[in-house]
């Protein structure tokens, strides 16, 4: 909390600073300022640990690893507070003269923790001019539960399947198994995120914020392209706007938009966790991003949108190994798996039973990774007979209060933890 | 309705369903126990500065809310109850097996084969060195197989006690399986409980008297008595779904004599059987006063020759039926039991010997019986003493 701290004041200040010396040099090197710090505080604690360790992998040394705790949030205001000072400086946003109302873009609890990235210029007016309305209440505690709903039923027990398989011995995981796996993990993160930015923004439209949307059912995408469009938009946003462009996205001839290309995925994947793993996995969709802008988005496009679709869910899936499993053993280990090098078999009496147990499960959260639900109750508020006004309204309000209870009991149970065996 | 209306509507049943249960959680007292659960739930945490900075009084705090949170134990069971609608075939470990059985489940990963063959050492030493005749029962999953869920995984018992008898030997190994296995159409486990039922109990004594050689006592099954009929076990704690309870029963032939039971040295009753733990969820508890460290039983039989047994809980059941073969039995289960477990067995030992003759057991030259007698599980997660 206190760096968090320190981060606003800083950034304030810079602002400020900014402001005063706009149009002078001093003024760069403030912006620049500003940038080291948030990136050196990020870097510090996030990064420190993996780079001590490259370099003892590297240069033989043995030194020791800091093990600093990893302050909630830091990736995501760090970049806030960034976007603000460059925003600032850019002349996009205007200075925000108030300590106070600067805290509240920083430490807006709703997504503090896991987003959406929200650009100052996005909610600058909001800040000091803001109404709460009833309508926009109505929309965001939906919108909230929703998300709740996402995380504690959906997340957590799509989780459940990726937490058996993935300590499961992968040398001996046959393929339908290992397909089980990353199907789940793939689920899971979707809905956890997906959920936690549901909740975020409808407890800031409640407050009379309006933050920007962050997925778009990412798994209906028919390639890569298509993907980060649609996932985690706001990173996308920001890395685009502040790192892409700025290098010259793709104005300045194929070659360096590439480049550009294969830099912001680098860092994309490095900014999600302090491993080769993650750097890997930046790596793997930079190659597919750049193969599909030289030819493979125009062979795709030859072919049905069921096939591109397969494509894409198959790269995607294939991307979340690296994501998921952090040594570089077990993510080979795991590849061999997915392909059945490893001699274990199409599937065994284990991948019957997982899959028969959470076959249903499965079923819904594959139904509401897509438009599928939400389109249903459009369609039937469009129908415009007195009839179906009148079971959207039941379904609008009774769905919610279902999904809650429901979300309760999930939560509850948790820590439910029967303590038998000592007295047995 | 108005657009607005109907936006506020919306509000007040969100928001009243968070309110409601906001007062409720407030004006309720908090539990201090939960006997479904077997332990202390957490109580209101106290507020200190270290406490926030550390970062503990939040989580402490968060704790405290969920464990008294109001109709705690109703929520769980809607949640098994949505798992059972999504066709979850277990639930916190246990199987829904067929026929109303709950059937606890024990994945093969999670006996290593390091840790086989550590108890197993210890176990052969045992035997060597006092000559121990060794029960190791199957746990319901491997006797009721066609009571389980398709495909369900399960450790291979019957492999392990194969490795058992060649390490142990045979002469000393006791094959409970094959008895239980002939047997597993009848009520041999309870159906919401990990234990064997006292007809299960049977049919180890049964396998015992079998395998050392002796004259049965006779004990008449269906004369067996009901001594309450409403028991729902450890199974039924960890799956809260509504089951057919359970009864218990018990042969009256193990009330005949006057006995003599002594607990920890402490307290002493006149029957293998606790009355109270009927009145309470942990009914499985009336057979020996649930556990204790060390146990002395005084049969009445006129006999002169005496039992040490090692034991886990399922031994509580099967050892009123070992009563008429011994005047004393002595009782060790060694989670509750740190020292020296041989030294403290040769204080046991009976001054003259009417034990069979031809033991060459180092200790005690076979002047006292030694029984190892714990369900395969639980001798794999537990089994550990000190020489």
């Known amino acids: 909390m206190v760096l968090m701290l320190f981060s606003t004041v800083s950034d304030y200040v810079h602002g400020r600073l900014i402001e005063c010396y706009r149009g002078s040099r001093k003024a760069t090197g403030l912006l620049t300022s500003s940038i080291i710090i948030n990136l050196f505080m990020l870097g510090f604690f996030k990064y420190v ?12 040394t043995a030194l020791p690893l800091l093990k600093l705790p990893l302050p909630i949030g ?3 205001y760090t970049f806030q507070t960034m976007s603000y000072t460059i925003d600032v400086y850019r002349g996009e946003a205007k200075v925000q003269k108030s300590l106070l109302d600067f805290g509240v873009f920083v430490t807006m609890f709703p997504q503090l923790i896991a987003g959406p990235i929200v650009k100052y210029k996005q909610i600058e007016d909001r800040l000091s001019d803001r109404r709460v309305d009833i309508q926009a209440m109505s929309y965001g505690l939906k919108r909230f539960v929703t998300g709740l709903a996402k995380k504690v039923l959906l997340a957590n027990n799509v989780g459940e399947l990726w937490a058996e398989i993935s300590s499961m011995n ?9 397909w089980l796996g990353v199907v789940a993990f793939a689920l899971q993160i979707y809905f956890d995120f997906s959920g936690y930015s549901d909740m975020a923004i409808g407890l800031g439209a409640c407050m009379g914020f309006h933050f ?3 997925f778009n059912y990412p798994y209906i995408s028919t390639s890569i392209t298509e993907f980060w469009r649609r996932w985690h938009i706001s990173l996308g946003g920001w890395f685009r706007e502040y790192v892409y462009i700025p290098l010259g996205g793709n104005r300045k001839g194929r070659a360096r938009q590439l480049m550009n290309i294969l830099i912001v995925w680098l860092l994309t994947g490095i900014w999600h966790g302090a491993g080769w793993n993650f750097l890997f996995w930046g790596l793997w969709f930079a190659a597919f991003l750049i193969l599909e802008k030289l030819f493979l988005g125009k062979v ?7 096939v591109q679709h397969l494509y894409a869910c198959i790269v995607v899936l294939i991307g979340w190994v690296f994501f998921a499993v952090e040594t570089m053993e077990g993510i080979m280990a795991y590849l061999n798996a997915l392909f059945g090098i490893n001699g274990a078999g199409l599937y065994s009496s284990q991948s019957l039973y997982m899959g028969r147990k959470y076959a249903i499960l499965l079923a819904i959260a594959v139904t509401a990774a897509t438009p599928l639900w939400g389109s249903l109750m459009k369609r039937l508020k469009a129908m415009g007979t007195g009839y179906a006004i009148a079971l959207y309204r039941l379904g609008e309000k009774v769905i919610p209060a279902v999904l809650m209870l429901m979300s309760i009991a999930y939560i509850v149970e948790a820590s439910y933890n029967p303590f038998l065996y000592f007295r047995f | 309705m108005g657009e607005r209306n109907n936006n506020i509507f919306t509000v007040f049943i969100i928001c009243g369903i968070i309110m409601i249960f906001t007062v409720a959680d407030f004006v309720k007292h908090d539990r201090v126990y939960s006997e479904t659960e077997n332990r202390v739930l957490a109580s209101k945490p106290k507020f200190s500065k270290e406490g926030v900075l550390s970062g503990r009084y939040a989580e402490d705090y968060e704790e405290y809310v969920t464990d008294q949170f109001v109709g705690r134990d109703k929520w769980v069971g809607i949640k098994t109850g949505l798992d059972v609608l999504l066709q979850k075939k277990d639930i916190n470990g246990v199987y829904l097996g067929k026929d109303g059985y709950l059937i606890e489940q024990h994945k093969p990963e999670d006996f290593p084969k390091e840790q086989e063959i550590q108890r197993l050492t210890l176990l052969e030493t045992l035997v060597e060195k006092w000559n121990a005749q060794v029960m190791l029962v199957p746990t319901a999953d491997n006797i009721l197989t066609d009571k389980l869920p398709a495909h369900a995984a399960y450790f291979d018992e019957a492999a392990f006690l194969e490795r058992v008898k060649e390490k142990i030997g045979k002469a000393n190994y006791i094959d409970v399986y094959s008895v239980l296995a002939e047997h597993a159409q009848e009520d041999i486990y309870y159906r919401t409980d990990h234990h064997w039922t006292s007809l299960g109990a049977y049919y180890g004594y049964y396998a015992w008297v079998k395998a050392t050689g002796r004259l049965p006592y006779y004990y008449a099954p269906d004369k067996m008595q009901i001594v309450t009929e409403e028991f729902w076990g450890t199974l039924h704690s960890k799956v809260r779904l509504p089951r057919r309870a359970d009864a218990i029963r018990i042969f009256p032939e193990t009330n ?14 006149h029957s293998y059987y606790e009355e109270s733990y009927l009145d309470t969820k942990n009914k499985y508890g009336y057979f020996l006063d649930d556990n204790h460290g060390f146990v002395e039983i005084t049969t009445g039989y006129a006999r002169s020759n005496t039992l040490f047994v090692i034991k886990d809980s399922y031994a509580n059941s099967l050892i009123p039926l070992l009563a008429p073969h011994y005047k004393t039995i002595y009782v060790v289960d060694l989670r509750y039991f740190n020292s020296r477990l041989f030294s403290f067995m040769e204080q046991y030992l009976p001054q003259e010997s009417t034990a069979a003759a031809g033991n060459n057991a180092p200790y005690g030259n076979g002047k006292m019986d030694v029984l190892v007698l714990y369900n395969c599980v639980h001798f794999l997660e537990d089994f550990h003493y000190y020489e």
């Open chain 1, 300 to 306: 795709l496009a030859c072919f049905s949108k069921p």
């Open chain 1, 212 to 214: 920007p949307e962050n």
């Open chain 1, 49 to 60: 640990d993996f780079l001590i360790r490259a370099v003892n992998s590297m240069a033989g």
């Open chain 1, 170 to 178: 992968y040398s001996e995981m046959s393929v339908a198994t290992a």
């Open chain 1, 74 to 76: 830091i990736s995501f």
């Open chain 2, 256 to 269: 005949k004599k006057e006995i003599s039971v002594t607990y920890d040295f402490q307290k002493t009753t």
